[in-house]
């Protein structure tokens, strides 16, 4: 898989700054052992019926941000212009 894109829902979730700076640096590592390029795109992800009741402006930028992410990085794939079906 020469490309991938990790997003860490329901931090939003997390009371502790120091377990998620955990989580981030475990999958940075585990990232790094594959020999994956880092970036960095994360996020609370979508609140639809969250704790307030209502979407939150920071997951639907965090979505976004996600989105933005994908299409910077990875690539979009060649697609064959001829059929491949013989006659």
């Known amino acids: 898989m020469p490309y991938i894109v990790v997003f860490l829902n329901k931090v939003d979730l997390l009371d502790d700054e120091e377990l998620l ?5 475990e999958v940075r590592e585990l990232l ?26 920071l997951g639907v930028q965090a979505i976004k941000a996600l989105m933005d992410a994908v299409d910077e990085y990875i690539p979009t794939p060649e697609r064959a212009l001829r059929s491949t079906s013989r006659s």
Request: aromatic share 6%; glycine share 20%.
């Open 21 to 25: 700076e955990l989580v981030e640096m």
């Open 32 to 57: 790094d052992t594959y020999e994956f390029r880092r970036r960095h795109a994360g996020g609370e992800g979508l609140r639809p019926e969250g704790r307030r009741g209502r979407a939150g402006p």
